[in-house]
Each structure stands twice: as structure tokens, then as C-alpha cells.
């Protein structure tokens, strides 16, 4: 180390030799040596300088030696050293040799196809542009309302019918219409669900009378929600009409049922037997809407309680529930309890239906 001179003159910069890094290989001697300059102190030339007396650019790019963080700095930066990293670099692989040739080329092609339907489409896109500019604005319906509207067409359909099978819907009308079974209002959804089930009439009595209290209790019901004043006679002959049935007078039942339900076709619709049938017979079931669906099925199984029969005629009596047959005929083979329940149902059905008609504008 060169000796400091001590003097009483200011203090000059005095420059010592700086040996080559210690970090890193042996490297062939440098050319000449790198000089750094540094204000005099008489702080000994072993002791840590402190970091903020150097200058900022020497912080920054001090090389620590091996192990440190801190990289090469520009002093580092030799011919030698950049030689170094060159022959380092050489040694990496050729990707090009790795990467196939075949997919460079083709990813090139891809490139360019990709360029040319840009160019294609361009006059495309700007004519869709302008066709949608053309666009008259849709405006969404309001539709408000739709819902309580579809709500209320519900509420017109009988209350007491299976509306979440169709199918088994299909069978209404001959059940209705050919033979005589009411199924509006009375009797109630499951007892419905179970007649059109049944394979044929027989079978289908058969569940009336085996749900006979049920049915009774169903009636009972309906005929309570009766109030029109043009069936204020007939509503108490009604009612005991279903007392005299639940009480097992069952004929009894049956012949004042079916007097009431006559009275009062009679005086709603029409007074002549074939004009009734006409009126309530519906010739196409798939033109009916739902206003009216309710109450011309509830009337429709009047066609068959006015079938036509005489006494005096040769033909056999009808066994189903006949209007003539229990008036003019008083036979025993006819008032039947599955007759008398049918007729109990037919009255009931009927007076509402009455009812809904007059409530109608």
C-alpha cells in the first residue's frame, strides 16, 4: 500500500491502485490497472468504508464476489469477460432445429391466410354494419297482466277435473255425452280422476258408488254455493234430495232428483225434449273455448237423460238414468242405486250450471 505524506497543506486526492476483483475465475492480467481516486482520510485502509461517502454509481454495481446478489459491474465488463459470454452463449441449443420445420412453415401459412380472409371480410362487416343501422328498433310487448289473465282463463275451467293428465282428459266427452256421467263440479278431482280411468260404464258406477259418501259430501258442497233467485224453489227440494240419499232412500232420491233437474231445464232452455237435446249436444269438442267449456259440458250430459222412449213402443227400456223411463215407468230394474247416484250428481251439476249461465253478461 502507498504510504500517506503527511503535510499541513489542505488535504489532496490521492489515487491508489486497485487490484483486480477477487469474485470469479482467474483471469489473465488486465492491461493496465483500473484507478480509483478517493478524498484523504486518516481512517485506516482496512476499515468498511461507508456506503454513503462513495460515490451512488459504485453502490449500484459493486460486485460482491461469489455468493453475493449484486452482479458484474461495468468495471467487470472486460474483453475477456464478454468473450466469456459469448463462447457460454454458443453453447445453447438451436431452437430452430428443435421446433419442427414443418410447423414454422405452417404456422407461417395460417399467418397468411388469415390476413387475406381479413381483407375478404372487411366489406362484408362493414355492409352488416350498416344493414343493422338500418334495423327498424323492437320494442318488447308489455306484458303486464298476462299472467292473472292466464290465472283467470284457469279459474273457468272445471275445478274438479285432472288438468295435469290430458290424455286422460280425452275421455270426458263419451263419458259425458254418451253416457250420462256428470263430471262437472260434482264429483270431486281424485273421484274423477278414477271414473275415467275405468274401462267401460259398469266399471265406472262401480267407483261412483264405492266413493257414494264422498260424493254425497261433494254435492253438499256444490249446492251450497247456490244463490240464484231463479232456482230459490228448487234449492231446498234439492238439498233433501241428497238428505233422503245419505239417509239410504235411494228411489226416494233418484224420483224427486230427477223432477227438479226437468223443472229446471225446462224453464231455462228450452221446454221440448228434441230442442234441449240439440241445444246441449256439442258436435265438436275442439271448438270449444275455455269461457264455455265448463258450463256446455255440465249441460251435456242432459242428451242422454232425455234419450227418447216411449211405453207404448216395442224397443227395450234405457238402463242407463232416463228422464222417461223414471216418469212413466216405475220399474225397480230401473230405479238402481248406481241411477239414483247419477241423478243426484245430474241435479247438483246442473242447478250450478244454471247458476253460471245467469251470472254470465
Same mark, same amino acid.
Given at each position: 500500500?502507498?504510504?500517506?505524506?503527511?503535510?499541513?497543506?489542505?488535504?489532496?486526492?490521492?489515487?491508489?491502485?486497485?487490484?483486480?476483483?477477487?469474485?470469479?475465475?482467474?483471469?489473465?492480467?488486465?492491461?493496465?490497472?483500473?484507478?480509483?481516486?478517493?478524498?484523504?482520510?486518516?481512517?485506516?485502509?482496512?476499515?468498511?468504508?461507508?456506503?454513503?461517502?462513495?460515490?451512488?454509481?459504485?453502490?449500484?454495481?459493486?460486485?460482491?464476489?461469489?455468493?453475493?446478489?449484486?452482479?458484474?459491474?461495468?468495471?467487470?465488463?472486460?474483453?475477456?469477460? *464478454? !468473450?466469456?459470454?459469448?463462447?457460454?452463449?454458443?453453447? @445453447?441449443? =438451436?431452437? /430452430? +432445429?428443435?421446433?419442427? #420445420?414443418? $410447423? *414454422? !412453415?405452417?404456422?407461417?401459412?395460417?399467418?397468411?391466410? @388469415?390476413? =387475406?380472409? /381479413? +381483407?375478404?371480410?372487411? #366489406?362484408? $362487416?362493414?355492409?352488416?354494419?350498416?344493414?343493422?343501422?338500418?334495423?327498424?328498433?323492437?320494442?318488447?310487448?308489455?306484458?303486464?297482466?298476462?299472467?292473472?289473465?292466464?290465472?283467470?282463463?284457469?279459474?273457468?275451467?272445471?275445478?274438479?277435473?285432472?288438468?295435469?293428465?290430458?290424455?286422460?282428459?280425452?275421455?270426458?266427452?263419451?263419458?259425458?255425452?254418451?253416457?250420462?256421467?256428470?263430471?262437472?263440479?260434482?264429483?270431486?278431482?281424485?273421484?274423477?280422476?278414477?271414473?275415467?280411468?275405468?274401462?267401460?260404464?259398469?266399471?265406472?258406477?262401480?267407483?261412483?258408488?264405492?266413493?257414494?259418501?264422498?260424493?254425497?259430501?261433494?254435492?253438499?258442497?256444490?249446492?251450497?254455493?247456490?244463490?240464484?233467485?231463479?232456482?230459490?224453489?228448487?234449492?231446498?227440494?234439492?238439498?233433501?234430495?241428497?238428505?233422503?240419499?245419505?239417509?239410504?232412500?235411494?228411489?226416494?232420491?233418484?224420483?224427486?232428483?230427477?223432477?227438479?233437474?226437468?223443472?229446471?231445464?225446462?224453464?231455462?232452455?228450452?221446454?221440448?225434449?228434441?230442442?234441449?237435446?240439440?241445444?246441449?249436444?256439442?258436435?265438436?269438442?275442439?271448438?270449444?273455448?275455455?269461457?264455455?267449456?265448463?258450463?256446455?259440458?255440465?249441460?251435456?250430459?242432459?242428451?242422454?237423460?232425455?234419450?227418447?222412449?216411449?211405453?207404448?213402443?216395442?224397443?227395450?227400456?234405457?238402463?242407463?238414468?232416463?228422464?222417461?223411463?223414471?216418469?212413466?215407468?216405475?220399474?225397480?230394474?230401473?230405479?238402481?242405486?248406481?241411477?239414483?247416484?247419477?241423478?243426484?250428481?245430474?241435479?247438483?251439476?246442473?242447478?250450478?250450471?244454471?247458476?253460471?249461465?245467469?251470472?254470465?253478461?
Amino acid at each position: 500500500m502507498q504510504q500517506l505524506a503527511a503535510t499541513t497543506e489542505p488535504p489532496t486526492r490521492v489515487c491508489r491502485t486497485t487490484a483486480p476483483s477477487r469474485a470469479g475465475p482467474a483471469r489473465p492480467p488486465r492491461s493496465r490497472r483500473t484507478k480509483e481516486c478517493a478524498p484523504m482520510t486518516d481512517r485506516p485502509d482496512d476499515e468498511t468504508p461507508d456506503p454513503q461517502e462513495e460515490p451512488t454509481s459504485r453502490r449500484s454495481w459493486d460486485w460482491g464476489g461469489p455468493g453475493s446478489s449484486r452482479g458484474p459491474g461495468p468495471e467487470d465488463m472486460t474483453p475477456e469477460f *464478454i !468473450d466469456a459470454m459469448a463462447t457460454a452463449i454458443g453453447k @445453447l441449443p =438451436d431452437f /430452430s +432445429k428443435i421446433v419442427s #420445420p414443418a $410447423l *414454422i !412453415d405452417g404456422l407461417g401459412r395460417i399467418q397468411a391466410q @388469415l390476413a =387475406d380472409v /381479413s +381483407k375478404v371480410m372487411e #366489406p362484408f $362487416l362493414v355492409n352488416l354494419q350498416a344493414s343493422l343501422a338500418n334495423l327498424p328498433k323492437f320494442t318488447m310487448p308489455d306484458l303486464t297482466g298476462v299472467g292473472e289473465a292466464i290465472d283467470r282463463l284457469r279459474a273457468k275451467l272445471p275445478p274438479n277435473w285432472p288438468l295435469d293428465d290430458p290424455e286422460l282428459l280425452e275421455n270426458v266427452s263419451s263419458v259425458v255425452q254418451d253416457e250420462g256421467i256428470p263430471l262437472v263440479w260434482v264429483p270431486r278431482k281424485e273421484i274423477v280422476r278414477q271414473v275415467l280411468q275405468a274401462a267401460d260404464r259398469e266399471e265406472r258406477i262401480k267407483v261412483l258408488l264405492a266413493n257414494r259418501d264422498d260424493i254425497i259430501q261433494d254435492c253438499r258442497d256444490i249446492l251450497a254455493t247456490i244463490s240464484d233467485a231463479d232456482l230459490a224453489n228448487q234449492l231446498p227440494l234439492a238439498t233433501r234430495v241428497v238428505d233422503a240419499f245419505a239417509d239410504g232412500h235411494d228411489e226416494a232420491a233418484h224420483a224427486l232428483a230427477v223432477l227438479i233437474t226437468e223443472t229446471v231445464v225446462s224453464r231455462t232452455i228450452d221446454k221440448k225434449y228434441a230442442t234441449v237435446k240439440k241445444i246441449v249436444k256439442i258436435d265438436d269438442w275442439g271448438e270449444l273455448s275455455v269461457t264455455e267449456l265448463r258450463l256446455k259440458t255440465a249441460l251435456a250430459a242432459i242428451g242422454p237423460f232425455y234419450a227418447t222412449w216411449f211405453p207404448n213402443q216395442d224397443t227395450p227400456a234405457p238402463t242407463e238414468l232416463s228422464r222417461h223411463v223414471t216418469v212413466h215407468q216405475a220399474d225397480l230394474s230401473h230405479y238402481t242405486a248406481g241411477n239414483s247416484i247419477v241423478a243426484v250428481m245430474l241435479m247438483t251439476s246442473v242447478l250450478r250450471a244454471i247458476q253460471e249461465s245467469n251470472e254470465q253478461p
